[in-house]
């Protein structure tokens, strides 16, 4: 009942006035959400946002205004998406999608409280000053996604072991592909197996990336943690199909829509993390008091069809640890 329910207020709420003209009509406080993908490609993570609101009590429309702006993953819009939230004085500000949109906000005010999920360490990024008193105007969930490189060339050697050149695919304007490549490179080395990191941007070099795999004769990949990426799932599936490369990625999206395997954090779980804590201080909390939430929800999901279509079976012990297996 209560997902109906919610569904059906979720619709209402869309078919009432305009976001700007609800804003002013009434003193309800506004959430803005800065996300470095698109509309388009964000819609999932924003209604798992919603949902988790709504479970909490505060539905959209009613006694909460959520304001998402999207970057259309241009880094350097953030800065002035940040600054348009700071100029509104929205109650407190959600931002999603890597390290960027969290490190603009930060930039562009230290009082409207700051609520992130970024995949790097937090106290390095100068986002807290610790992870347990973060102290300042910010707090979330850090999950390290970039440090999961080593289970993840493991598990597509489990698969198949005869891999003995893997690609990594980064995007260079993302701040983790170094730690990322790196993390992947030391745990190629003691698996002795060879990395080929290829990078990409934007759609046309994703496709560059993948002729340059198969020129080199890459036996699996792994993509590389990337808001960008997530928004190109669709791509990235329909181009490993083709060129027949068993790939492993970050997050279940992924295999959802036809890729092969992933192994990371559960970003609908990141997300109830992230609307538990902007509850919590739409009720008075102060970020400073929060601590920073380490994600501990990894998930495997395989998918069945996609293996057979490559000419792959899955080992037994592998399908028996999968979290879920898309039959």
Not at 10 to 25: E, H, V
Not at 54 to 64: K, L
Not at 97 to 115: F, S
Not at 284 to 311: M, W
Request: charged share 15%; net charge neutral.
């Amino acid at each position: 009942m209560r997902r109906r329910e919610f569904i059906t207020l979720l619709g209402g709420a869309a078919a009432a006035c305009p976001l700007a003209a609800r804003a002013q009509q009434s003193a309800l406080p506004v959430i803005g959400y800065l996300g470095l993908g698109s509309a388009v490609t964000g819609t999932q993570m924003l209604l798992a946002l919603r949902q988790s609101l709504f479970e909490a009590g505060y539905i959209e429309g009613r006694n909460i205004v959520i304001d998402p702006r999207w970057a259309e993953g241009r880094y350097d819009r953030l800065p002035a998406l940040a600054t348009d939230f700071v100029r509104r004085q929205v109650a407190v500000i959600i931002a999603t999608g890597g390290t960027a949109p969290a490190l603009a906000v930060k930039a562009a005010t230290t009082t409207i409280p700051l609520v992130f999920g970024v995949t790097d360490d937090p106290v390095a990024l100068g986002l807290v000053a610790s992870m347990a008193r973060p102290g300042g105007n910010a707090t979330g969930v850090s999950f390290l996604l970039a440090e999961l490189g080593a289970k993840q060339l493991g598990l597509l050697r489990e698969l198949v072991p005869t891999a003995a050149h893997i690609g990594l695919l980064v995007n260079p304007n993302n701040t983790t592909s170094n730690a990322q490549t790196s993390n992947a490179v030391t745990a190629a080395s003691a698996l002795g197996v060879k990395i080929d990191v290829v990078s990409a941007a934007d759609s046309r070099e994703i496709e560059t990336a993948f002729a340059t795999l198969v020129r080199n004769r890459a036996d699996a990949l792994l993509i590389g943690t990337d808001p960008f990426f997530y928004s190109r799932r669709v791509q990235l599936a329909t181009l490993a199909s083709r060129h027949a490369i068993p790939t492993i990625y970050p997050v279940r999206e992924n295999v959802e829509i036809g890729g092969l395997m992933s192994y990371g954090t559960s970003l609908t779980e990141v997300y109830h993390q992230l609307a538990a804590y902007t509850v919590r201080i739409l009720k008075g909390a102060k970020p400073a008091d929060l601590p920073v939430v380490q994600s501990t929800k990894f998930e495997l999901v395989i998918n069945l069809p996609t293996a057979r279509a490559l000419g792959l079976e899955i080992p037994p012990m592998l399908l028996a640890r999968a979290d879920e297996v898309i039959e």
